[in-house]
């Protein structure tokens, strides 16, 4: 049987999805909890890596099983095994062929960032504080600059093998919520610190250091040292994994 979940995740504690020879991950918590369920020491199969300390409301993963098991029992099964960290939200038999990574269409990815002159504990753990100065209503404007396929090579962290730089975003925006301003941004694949980048480098035209007109060209002419910081990864989100047949699960 091939086997997917969808698996939420608090990633402050981990060094994000993939196994490491050292530190704690998801992928070996989740790994270690269907061994100790089924005995099988399985390859799971993420939809893509998070790193260290991003979390996930929905990440997508899928293993290859001789289980009896039901499929849609795995999910309470494991649950049982598993952290208070990371749960498993839904289990479910899928045809042979499908790969969370390979058959994935698109993604959405969440950045919280909220405006205060002091840190707010209960917002800290999952969001950016930032300056109470900063005009969101120009990020606002300037995050149809994304939008398209384009090169972001200048969103791609510095030293990355990466060869294909160019991606499309479908939809990216900026909306308030609970206190917190929530950059959403969708796309058929992201670089590495790619939205972490992007976050930084909308809070420049925030800040008023650039104009969503700059931020264009640097886009075009794929500037890396014109792009603003990038940003903490306490306030990223793995939203939504999209694939094919209703294969989806948004939390």
């Known amino acids: 049987m091939n086997i997917k979940l969808t698996i939420?995740?608090?990633?402050t504690d981990f060094l994000g999805w993939q196994i490491q020879k050292k530190g704690r991950t998801v992928q070996e918590e989740v790994e270690k909890a269907i061994f100790s369920?089924?005995?099988e020491r399985v390859k799971l199969v993420g939809s893509g890596r998070t790193d260290t300390g991003v979390s996930a409301m929905a990440q997508?993963?899928?293993?290859?099983?001789e289980s009896t098991i039901k499929p849609e029992k795995f999910s309470l099964a494991l649950n049982t095994i598993l952290p208070s960290d990371v749960k498993v939200l839904k289990s479910e038999l899928v045809p042979d062929d499908f790969s969370a990574r390979f058959s994935a269409l698109k993604k959405t990815y969440e950045y919280k960032f909220y405006k205060s002159k002091v840190e707010i504990?209960?917002?800290?753990?999952f969001a950016l504080r930032v300056n109470e100065s900063i005009d969101v209503s120009k990020m606002q404007d300037a995050v149809e600059v994304f939008l398209g396929e384009q090169d972001f090579k200048c969103f791609l962290k510095s030293g990355s093998s990466?060869?294909?730089?160019v991606r499309t975003i479908y939809d990216a925006k900026i909306f308030e919520k609970d206190d917190c301003f929530i950059f959403s941004v969708?796309?058929?694949g992201f670089l590495?610190?790619?939205?972490?980048?992007?976050?930084?480098?909308l809070l420049l035209v925030g800040e008023g250091k650039i104009t969503k007109e700059t931020l264009s060209e640097i886009i075009k002419t794929g500037d890396r040292k014109r792009v603003g910081r990038t940003v903490l990864a306490k306030g990223?989100?793995?939203?939504?994994?999209?694939?094919?047949q209703n294969t989806t699960y948004c939390g």
């Not at 504990?121 to 753990?125: F, N, Q, T």
């Not at 990466?162 to 730089?165: E, F, I, L, P, R």
């Not at 590495?192 to 480098?201: A, I, L």
């Open 8 to 11: 939420c995740y608090d990633g």
């Open 37 to 39: 369920l089924t005995g």
């Open 60 to 65: 997508v993963a899928n293993f290859k099983t």
């Open 121 to 125: 504990p209960i917002l800290e753990r």
């Open 162 to 165: 990466v060869k294909n730089t």
């Open 186 to 188: 969708t796309g058929n």
């Open 192 to 201: 590495y610190n790619m939205v972490r980048t992007m976050v930084g480098s």
């Open 236 to 244: 990223l989100l793995l939203k939504e994994v999209v694939y094919q």
